[in-house]
Nanobody, 122 residues
Framework: VQLQASGGGLVQAGGSLRLTCGAS????????MAWFRQAPGKEREIVAA????????YYGDSAKGRFTISRDNAKSTVTLEMNNLKPEDTAIYYC????????????????WGQGTLVTVSS
């Protein structure tokens, strides 16, 4: 299983970024997908999650109103649109495929991809 995240980079506060995660070696449409992030010295936290069909989403408090998660099952990709970025959004962002049960924000039960670094300057 490979989850390849891309789209990170350096952006000024107030700017936007689009993260994309491509999946291979997995039946993508059978897994809810999520984005997590981890800032230096902090615990990994959920940013957003999306159900199998894409019509149900979940957002962590930090993402509500600014970020949008979507998926394309035909292309095996999940995208995170991030708007109005703030310096506190600086973190490594991880794509993850849900393989277990339980709430989306529970770290166990995920297949993890590599992260992509997002840096927001003030």
């Amino acid at each position: 299983v490979q989850l390849q995240a891309s789209g990170g980079g350096l952006v000024q506060a107030g700017g936007s970024l689009r993260l994309t995660c491509g999946a291979s070696g997995v039946t993508f449409s059978r897994h809810p997908m999520a984005w997590f992030r981890q800032a230096p010295g902090k615990e990994r936290e959920i940013v957003a999650a999306i159900n199998l069909s894409g019509d149900g989403t979940y957002y962590g408090d930090s993402a509500k109103g600014r970020f949008t998660i979507s998926r394309d099952n035909a292309k095996s990709t999940v995208t995170l649109e991030m708007n109005n970025l703030k310096p506190e959004d600086t973190a490594i962002y991880y794509c993850a495929a849900r393989s277990g049960s339980g709430p989306y924000d529970e770290l166990s039960g995920y297949i993890w991809g590599q992260g992509t670094l997002v840096t927001v300057s003030s």
